[in-house]
């Protein structure tokens, strides 16, 4: 039973909403009567819960990408020292590489774009796609370094560019 405006008494059905149905009902409610204000809070908190948690995955996906590419770094660089390619010509593989991946741009031109410090890493502030763009770049070229037997600065450095051309072309074409 509910009771009407003249004193009365009417029984009503109970409605099973969906929780859609019940935000809908909450938004388009008026607010001045309290359950309809409640509820407004309520859809509002939850909305912001799973906004934090939806951010919390992505950063998560974001961290475990930085940690890969960290790795494969580390793999590749010790590919190529075996391979007569010392740290200074190390860091021009990358940079070349860096450069083909970003159609041209250097690691500090793109340091400059994105107003990042030159003292931080590139890869820091880079979003998740593209970390796992330059992962999957030194991935093949590890891979290739010894499927090929590749030896010195020159060759290294054409086989990465060459996968980090690979990797943009599929990645604008996709």
Not at 90 to 116: H, P, V, Y
Not at 140 to 155: A, D, R, Y
Request: hydrophobic letters at 35%; a positive charge.
């Amino acid at each position: 039973m509910v009771d009407l405006g003249s004193g009365a008494g009417r029984t009503v059905d109970d409605v099973l909403l969906t929780r859609y149905a019940a935000y809908l009902v909450a938004q388009n409610g008026d607010s001045s009567k309290p359950e309809i204000a409640f509820a407004q809070a309520y859809f509002a908190i939850q909305t912001r819960k799973q906004e934090l948690i939806e951010q919390r995955l992505l950063d998560s996906e974001r961290i475990k990408a930085r940690e890969k590419l960290s790795e494969s770094e580390k793999v590749l660089s010790s590919v190529i020292y075996e391979r007569g390619v010392d740290e200074k010509d190390f860091a021009i593989i990358r940079s070349q590489g860096d450069k083909a991946l970003f159609g041209g741009r250097t690691t500090l031109e793109m340091k400059s774009k994105l107003k990042i410090p030159v003292s931080r890493p590139l890869a820091d502030f880079l979003p998740t796609l593209t970390i796992k763009a330059k992962d999957f770049a030194n991935e093949i070229t590890s891979h290739n370094v010894v499927e090929k037997n590749l030896n010195g600065t020159n060759p290294i450095t054409k086989e990465h560019v060459d996968n980090n051309l690979a990797v943009r072309k599929m990645l604008r074409e996709r």
